[in-house]
């Protein structure tokens, strides 16, 4: 059963548009969150996270949005960069993100310049 | 599918102790495992490249002969971690390179290892 879900296998967008990656989940227990962005033949880096007390999270160019009641999450990419090419991963985690981590299956992104 | 599967779940040894992690791909073949550890709240750091068949890649500053990477077959690598001590408790996850067309990856349920 997967907790978390990333429906979208991959996304192509065009570099200065807003990128929109999905995530949701079914363990209501999950109040941590997080997305990392991956390079081919690189581990997964930290991008941002949101804490299920709040609704928005922002980091310059990327801002996620958690809907706790629909159980989904976003993260939006605006402008959208060439470099940003990369799969993202959304986790989650309970106990306030002490918990350990489930990840979605991950979501291609290609951004064309 | 897509299915990785991570034994066990949660794991509580003594000091000095090994314990044996493993991770299986359930319906497909992974020529190349990777194993992370968790850190609180975000951070999650590549320890191994685990490739099938050969000697495990590891990361700067993890020791080798302390975590044990094992990849025999393509469906399971296993991590053993030596002589374990109380600063070894973490998380540890796994993740496996899909050979299908998306060549994605799929992480493991996590192991949660407690050392006393």
């Known amino acids: 059963d997967q907790q978390v879900k990333q429906n979208s296998p991959s996304l192509s967008v065009q570099e200065g548009r807003i990128s929109i990656l999905n995530c949701d989940y079914t363990?209501?227990?999950?109040?941590?969150f997080l997305w990392y962005k991956k390079y081919p033949a690189e581990g997964p880096t930290f991008l941002i996270s949101?804490?299920?007390?709040?609704d928005k999270n922002e980091d310059g160019r990327f801002t996620v949005f958690l809907n706790k009641s629909a159980k989904h999450l976003s993260l939006h990419i605006v402008p959208s960069q060439p470099g940003d090419s990369a799969v993202y991963f959304c986790?989650?985690?309970?106990?306030?993100?002490?918990?350990?981590?489930?990840f979605g299956k991950g979501t291609k992104l290609t951004v064309n310049p | 599918g897509a299915v990785v599967s991570q034994h066990p779940s949660r794991v509580i040894c003594k000091s000095g102790t090994s314990v044996k992690i493993e991770c299986r791909s359930l319906?497909?073949?992974?020529?190349?495992m990777f194993w992370y550890r968790q850190f609180p709240k975000k951070s999650l750091m590549l320890m191994a490249t685990?490739?099938?068949?050969?000697?495990?890649?590891?990361e700067q500053g993890v020791e080798k002969d302390k975590f044990l990477i094992n990849h025999a077959s393509l469906t399971l690598s296993t991590l053993t971690v030596t002589s374990a001590h109380p600063e070894d408790s973490s998380f540890y996850i796994c993740?496996?390179?899909?050979?299908?067309?998306?060549?994605?990856?799929?992480f493991g349920s996590g192991t949660r290892l407690t050392v006393v």
């Open positions: 993740s496996a390179r899909r050979l299908v067309e998306d060549y994605g990856y799929t």
């Open positions: 363990n209501s227990m999950f109040d941590y």
């Open positions: 949101i804490s299920s007390i709040k």
């Open positions: 986790a989650a985690s309970a106990q306030g993100g002490s918990e350990k981590l489930v």
């Open positions: 319906d497909f073949q992974a020529t190349t």
């Open positions: 685990s490739n099938e068949g050969s000697k495990a890649t590891y």
